[in-house]
């Protein structure tokens, strides 16, 4: 890493884990480019957010596209290549998995590609890549033990397997041609400026609308939970401190069902807002999740001992602030809710 400001390129930056990176970046002193395709999950506030950085450029290109890699490379003139881009919603891979297959997969080989070619062009610079992936890589855990570095590949879904193919690349990358990567397996994100897709947004939008809340089948399913700032401090001393070719599995401390979350997040709003009835009475169970794993817990003791983190929000006051921050911020969501109708995807 250069002796002056150090430079990241984030792809993926204007989504929800990428916008959380690239504001805990640069408050710790770095220059970053993003580059982003802008879709979907791409919320206008978020985008504006990045535009008003100071030390961040953002670019429109895909992953996919190779002459808009190499020419956000030359843009940013990385140090570190911290990779967040991706498709993540399982629901969406079910209904969708080529957009999975060619962003997660082809996409993260083009980065590898553009990486290896920047480290070769530059060879008394050091260039890192860090790759961002998921605990789901992993399958389905029974009622005990953990996740950890060691634990063998197992992926339910088409995202998942994606995000698995996506890892394996890296590793080989760094094994073939000596490329120096970082891995981390992180456990289930929440916190400010999440696409209202997944279930602690969605929950408190539906509320916040008087709309139905979705349980998928009997609310069991066990997830450990990490609040975004977290995960992103973590990247940030992954780059900064961790092992070339070590993974980090990065994780809250903080398992919950997905039923106990809905109820949390209720009982929060009733605090809130004022209503007649608890927000409890708007619960509605659904069909679950073809292939829904059941459980998923983290065992983060590596990157504990080895870099020094921990994580910084208890759940309880993490999704205190989570449901703040969408109160104080209409103007990010209500966008989104106009043209973004949260249906159901994936029940087939």
């Known amino acids: 890493m250069s002796s002056e400001r150090p430079r990241a390129l984030v792809t993926g930056g204007a989504g929800f ?3 959380a990176l690239v504001a805990e970046l640069i408050d710790a002193g770095w220059t970053v480019a993003v580059l982003d395709t802008l879709s979907y999950a791409a919320a206008p506030g978020t985008i504006a957010l990045l535009k008003q950085l100071d030390h961040c450029t953002l670019v429109k290109g895909d992953i996919r596209d190779r ?10 003139d ?30 993260t080989f083009e980065l590898l590609e553009a990486a290896r070619d920047w480290r070769d062009t530059y060879p008394e610079r050091k260039v890192t890549f860090v790759h961002v992936s998921t605990d789901e890589v992993f399958g389905d855990l029974h009622d005990t033990g953990q996740f950890d570095e060691a634990s063998p590949y197992a992926p339910s879904s088409p995202y998942s397997a994606t995000k698995a193919s996506s890892d394996h690349l890296v590793r080989a990358w760094a094994r073939t041609y000596g490329l120096d990567v970082r891995i981390s397996n992180c456990s289930n994100n929440y916190g400010p400026r ?13 509320a916040l609308e008087g709309k139905p809340l979705p349980v998928y089948g009997d609310g069991g399913q066990v997830r450990d939970w990490l609040y975004v700032n ?50 409890r009475e708007l619960i509605t169970f659904v069909s679950d999740r073809p292939g829904h794993d059941r459980r998923y817990a983290i065992d983060a003791s590596r990157i504990k001992a080895e870099l020094g983190w921990r994580p ?28 973004y109708k949260r249906e159901r995807l994936g029940n087939i």
């Open 17 to 19: 884990i990428g916008s």
């Open 67 to 76: 002459h808009a890699v190499r020419n956000a490379f030359k843009l940013a």
């Open 78 to 107: 990385p140090d570190v290549i911290f990779h967040a881009a991706a498709e993540t919603h399982v629901d969406r891979s079910i209904d969708a998995a080529t957009d999975f297959v060619t962003t997660n997969v082809i996409g």
């Open 194 to 206: 999440q696409f209202p897709e997944k279930l602690i947004p969605l929950t408190i939008l539906n």
């Open 230 to 279: 977290d995960h992103a401090r973590a990247l940030r001393l992954i780059a900064e401190k961790g092992e070339a070719s070590r993974t980090y599995c990065v994780g809250g401390n903080a398992e919950q069902t997905n039923l106990n979350v809905v109820y949390l997040l209720c009982d929060i709003l009733d605090e809130r807002i004022e209503k007649p009835d608890s927000h």
């Open 312 to 339: 910084g929000q208890t759940f309880q006051a993490g999704l205190k602030k989570t449901v703040d921050w969408y109160l104080a911020h209409e103007d990010w969501w209500r966008p989104l809710a106009q043209h």
